[in-house]
């Protein structure tokens, strides 16, 4: 396994602008999760995908906030009208559900400033 | 909803110390417990999980046993290293796909 990718790894953006963060997951995995984690706390669930299906989202998840997965492999968020609390690291993680224990596996984070 | 309590940190420990993280959890039903480890400026890692009450996970010197009786997944270690300074999530999993975590805990160890 190569790992979850995350794309990119920081971003500095002023607000009202819009940014698009791109996670590809490990390869066999049917399932994609986003988590949003904020400083000093714990991820906090976004959505997420089962193949190309988004069939969970949080009431966090803004209508500023979208999410796809067209093909079913790699997924997009993409943050419109950013506002500065909308600053975070934007987690996306993958699983197979097929594999018993259904392990969810992270990758690295993309930072998102709003300044 | 379903949530996780850890013990608030930072914790501060010297190399070879023995640690415990306490997690307690409220959920319905039977959630899956798990472990992560975040090292500074990386995402999370799985430490370890366990499914099922009484279930013992176990990774790289680290222990938790699921306590139903006691809705908790304490986290120990017999002897820690400065590389295990990070940042320890404990997290549940219960009737839905996400995963719940805690705030976590900071952990440092000096030589």
């Known amino acids: 396994d190569t790992g979850v990718s995350q794309n990119p790894r920081h971003k500095i953006t002023k607000r009202g602008q819009n940014v698009t963060f791109r996670c590809d997951p490990i390869?066999?995995?049917?399932?994609l999760y986003w988590y949003r984690q904020t400083l000093g706390q714990g991820p906090e669930f976004l959505t997420y995908f089962q193949n190309e299906a988004q069939l969970e989202k949080s009431r966090l998840l803004s209508d500023r906030f979208s999410a796809e997965r067209p093909k079913g492999s790699f997924s997009t968020l993409e943050i419109q009208r950013t506002e500065q609390g909308d600053s975070a690291m934007y987690l996306c993680?993958?699983?197979?559900?097929?594999?018993?224990?259904?392990?969810?596996?992270f990758g690295e984070g993309s930072w998102l400033t709003v300044v | 909803g379903d949530s996780v309590t850890q013990m608030e940190g930072p914790v501060t420990l010297s190399e070879e110390a023995f640690l415990t993280i306490n997690c307690t959890y409220t959920?319905?039903?039977?959630?899956?417990l798990f472990w992560y480890v975040q090292y500074p400026g990386e995402g999370l890692q799985l430490l370890l999980k366990?499914?099922?009450?009484?279930d013992k996970g176990s990774n790289k010197g680290f222990e938790a046993t699921y306590r139903k009786e006691t809705t908790s997944f304490h986290l120990e270690k017999g002897s820690v290293q400065v590389s295990d300074s990070a940042v320890y999530f404990c997290a549940l999993k219960g009737g839905s796909e996400k995963l719940v975590f805690g705030k976590g805990t900071k952990l440092t160890v000096n030589p």
């Open positions: 959920a319905t039903g039977y959630p899956s």
């Open positions: 993680a993958s699983s197979n559900r097929d594999r018993v224990l259904n392990t969810i596996y």
């Open positions: 366990a499914t099922k009450a009484d």
């Open positions: 390869s066999e995995h049917n399932r």
